[in-house]
C-alpha cells in the first residue's frame, strides 16, 4: 500500500517528478563527470608515464607528481653523476613544459637518444623524429583531435611548430620536441623537470634508492611501476578537496531542489495528508511516506543520472579526444549515495511540517 | 443499557485573534450502539465543533468526551489518532478521496493504516459493503472518473471497511443532487440496520434528519433539543404509560 501511494503520488504530478528526478540527474552527472574526468586524465597521465617502461623517476625537490603542476627543475648534466651510480643502466632528461593553446597540453622536450635507450624508442605511425627546432612530434589522439597531419604547422609554446613525425599513443607526451629547443623556448637552459631511469635489473629498485637518496636526498624516486596506482585523485593533494567541493555543491543543489519540489508538494496535497490523519495515520507513517517518497525520487534520479553520465563522458570524448573520462566504482557508489542522502535531507523539514498539520485545518484547506 | 458515546458539559473556546469564541458551551448527551442520529443545527451552532470532538481530531477546553467507557478528553496525540482509527469512521461532505488513488486503493488505504492482514470475516463484510453500496464495479475508477454520489459511496466504503464503532458523517449530501441524497441517506440507514452500525449525521437540513431516528438540536454551542437515546425514551414512554394509568 505504501508503494501504491508513492507511486499514485508521483504519477499525479508529473512535472514535479520529472523536473526532482532531472534534477538529481544532473547533481549524479556533475559529480560523475567531475570525478570521472580527473580520475580519468590523471590515470590516463600515469598510463602514459607507465608506458614510457623506465623503472624509475627522478624529480627535483618539492616537485608534484602531477607533472602539469610541476614548475621545478634541476640541471641537466646530473644526468651524467646518475649514470656513475652502481645498477643504472640509461637516464633520459625531460624539461615539462604546459602548452596553453587550444587546451592545457604537456610539451616534452627530450633527447631521442637517451630517450630510446631507456624507452625503446617511439612507434612512428608516419613521418620522423624531430630535426630542427621548429619542428614536433605529435601522437595519433592529438593529430586525430586536432584534425592535423605531417606537414601542418601548430601553435606550441607561442610558435608555429612543424609537424614532423606522428607516433602511436601510450608513451610520454602528446607532444614531443628537442630538448634543447624546449630549454630555449622557456629560458630553461641545460636543465630538466624529470630523469627517467632505466635500471640494468629492475628488481634492483630498493637497492638503487635508497644509493639515489643518499646521493640526492631532497629529490623525489618513484618507482614507476607502483606510479600508476599513486597517481588517483585521492592521492593527489588539491584534487580531492577540488572533488570535495564539486561534490558538496552538487549535493546543495539537489537538496534544495528536493526541498522545494517536496514542500510545494506537501502545501499542495495538504487536504489529502488531513484526510491520512483522520483516517488514523500516525505522524510516523506521514513522516515515512513523504521521505520515501523523496527517495523514490532521488533513486530514480540517480539512475537517471548514471545514464546521463555516461551519455556526456562519450559526448565529451567524441568532443575532445584527447581527454579520459573513467567512472570508478567509489565515486559511483559516492554520486548514488550522495543523491539518496540530497533526497533525506532535503524532504525532512517539509515532512516535519506535514505531520504536524492539525486534521481539522489539513481538512479545512482550500 | 450502556452509552456508546457520552460527553459530559463539553466546552470548548477557540481563540480569533485576542477574541474568545465559545463553540461550545457544556453539551451533555448520550449515544448507544446501534442509533441514528442526526445532529442538526445551523451554521455555527457548534455541530461541526462536537463532531470534531466526538471524532477525537481535537481536545475539550473542558468536560468528558468518552467513547465505549474511555474518557478520550485528555488523551495526547498519538492516542487519540489511535481512537480515529480503530474506533472511528468519517464520511465528508466534499467525499475526501485521495485523487491519486483508485477507488479500490482508497478503501485499501484505511484497511492499511488500522493494520493487519485483512481475514475471511473482515474480507467477508468488505465484500457485503461493496454490495450494499452498489460500487464493486467501480473500483479501478480513480475519483474524477465517479460522480459526487459514487464518490460518497467509496467514502461510506472507506470509513466503514475496518467496523469503527461510530460513524461520524458530516453534512455528507452537503455536495450532492436530492436523488444522490436520497441514495446515500438510504445506505447509511442501511448499514444502520444491517450491520448495526452507529452513525451521526451532522447536517443542517431538517428533511435529513427524518432519515433517522433521533434528532439532536443545537444552536449557539449548546443542545436545545434531544430526542433522548432509545433506551431512555424506552423508559420515558414506560413512566408516562405507568403515570396515565394510575390516573
Known amino acids: ?366 | 443499557m450502556s452509552a456508546l458515546l457520552e460527553t459530559t458539559d463539553l466546552r470548548k473556546t477557540y481563540k480569533v485573534g485576542t477574541v474568545e469564541v465559545e463553540a461550545l458551551r457544556g453539551v451533555t448527551l448520550e449515544v448507544e450502539a446501534g442509533e441514528f442520529a442526526a445532529i442538526m443545527g445551523p451554521s455555527g451552532s457548534g455541530k461541526s465543533t462536537l463532531m470534531h470532538l466526538l471524532g477525537a481530531m481535537t481536545r475539550p477546553t473542558s468536560g468528558r468526551v468518552a467513547i465505549e467507557g474511555k474518557d478520550i478528553a485528555g488523551m495526547n496525540d498519538s492516542q487519540r489518532t489511535e481512537v480515529r482509527r480503530k474506533r472511528i469512521g468519517f464520511v465528508f461532505q466534499r467525499f475526501n478521496l485521495l485523487p491519486a488513488l483508485t477507488a479500490q486503493a482508497n478503501i485499501d488505504v484505511a484497511r492499511w493504516l488500522y493494520g493487519g492482514a485483512p481475514n475471511a470475516e473482515s474480507q467477508a463484510l468488505f465484500d457485503e459493503v461493496l454490495r450494499l453500496l452498489e460500487i464493486g464495479n467501480k473500483l479501478n475508477r480513480r475519483p474524477f472518473e465517479l460522480s459526487g454520489g459514487e464518490q460518497q459511496r467509496v467514502a461510506i466504503a472507506r470509513a466503514v471497511v475496518n467496523r469503527p464503532a461510530i460513524l461520524l458523517a458530516d453534512e455528507p449530501t452537503g455536495a450532492l443532487d436530492t436523488k444522490n441524497s436520497e441514495i446515500v441517506l438510504r445506505m447509511f440507514q442501511e448499514l444502520n440496520r444491517k450491520f448495526g452500525q452507529t452513525i451521526l449525521l451532522v447536517t443542517h437540513n431538517p428533511e435529513l434528519a427524518s432519515y433517522t431516528g433521533r434528532l439532536i438540536e443545537m444552536r449557539d454551542g449548546t443542545v436545545i433539543h434531544d430526542d433522548g437515546a432509545p433506551s431512555r425514551r424506552k423508559a420515558r414512554e414506560t413512566i408516562s404509560l405507568s403515570t396515565g394509568a394510575n390516573s
Not at chain 1, 631521442?112 to 613521418?127: C, E, I, K, N, R
Not at chain 1, 545514464?307 to 579520459?324: D, E, H, N, Q
Open chain 1, 1 to 366: 500500500m505504501r508503494r501504491q501511494i508513492i507511486l499514485a503520488g508521483l504519477k499525479a504530478r508529473p512535472v514535479r517528478t520529472a523536473v526532482s528526478v532531472l534534477a538529481v540527474a544532473i547533481e549524479v552527472t556533475l559529480i560523475l563527470v567531475i570525478s570521472g574526468l580527473a580520475s580519468g586524465m590523471v590515470g590516463e597521465s600515469a598510463r602514459r608515464i607507465a608506458g614510457i617502461g623506465a623503472d624509475i623517476m627522478l624529480q627535483p625537490p618539492h616537485a608534484s607528481v602531477l607533472l602539469s603542476f610541476n614548475s621545478s627543475v634541476m640541471p641537466q648534466k646530473l644526468g651524467d653523476k646518475l649514470l656513475e651510480i652502481e645498477g643504472i643502466k640509461a637516464v633520459a632528461p625531460v624539461l615539462v613544459q604546459i602548452n596553453g593553446q587550444g587546451g592545457l597540453e604537456q610539451v616534452w622536450g627530450l633527447d631521442p637518444a637517451s630517450f630510446d635507450t631507456v624507452s625503446g624508442g617511439f612507434h612512428y605511425q608516419q613521418g620522423a623524429a624531430f630535426s630542427s627546432p621548429d619542428e614536433i612530434v605529435v601522437d595519433d589522439w592529438y593529430a586525430s583531435a586536432k584534425k592535423v597531419k605531417i606537414g601542418d604547422r601548430v601553435e606550441i609554446l607561442n610558435e608555429k611548430l612543424r609537424i614532423a613525425g606522428i607516433i602511436d599513443h601510450g608513451k610520454g607526451a602528446r607532444i614531443v620536441m628537442g630538448l634543447r629547443a624546449a630549454q630555449e623556448r622557456t629560458g630553461s637552459i641545460d636543465k630538466a623537470s624529470i630523469f627517467f631511469i632505466k635500471l640494468n635489473n629492475p628488481s634492483d629498485y630498493p637497492a638503487v634508492a635508497a644509493r639515489l637518496k643518499e646521493v640526492l636526498p631532497e629529490y623525489t624516486v618513484i618507482n614507476l611501476p607502483e606510479y600508476e596506482s599513486l597517481m588517483t585523485p585521492d592521492h593527489l593533494p588539491g584534487l580531492s578537496e577540488f572533488l570535495q567541493v564539486v561534490s558538496f555543491i552538487a549535493v546543495s543543489i539537489g537538496v534544495l531542489v528536493i526541498f522545494l519540489s517536496m514542500y510545494t508538494s506537501i502545501t499542495e496535497r495538504t487536504r489529502e495528508i488531513g484526510v491520512l490523519r483522520s483516517l488514523g495515520s500516525s505522524k510516523g507513517v506521514i513522516v515515512g511516506l513523504i521521505l520515501e517518497e523523496s527517495v523514490a525520487l532521488c533513486a530514480i534520479g540517480a539512475v537517471a543520472g548514471l545514464g546521463l553520465s555516461y551519455l556526456v563522458g562519450r559526448g565529451i570524448i567524441m568532443a575532445f579526444p584527447t581527454l579520459s573520462v573513467n567512472f570508478t566504482p567509489g565515486w559511483i557508489t559516492t554520486a548514488l549515495v550522495l543523491a539518496i542522502l540530497s533526497g533525506v535531507i532535503g524532504s525532512l523539514y517539509p515532512s516535519y511540517k506535514a505531520a504536524r498539520q492539525d486534521p481539522i485545518e489539513a481538512l479545512a484547506y482550500e
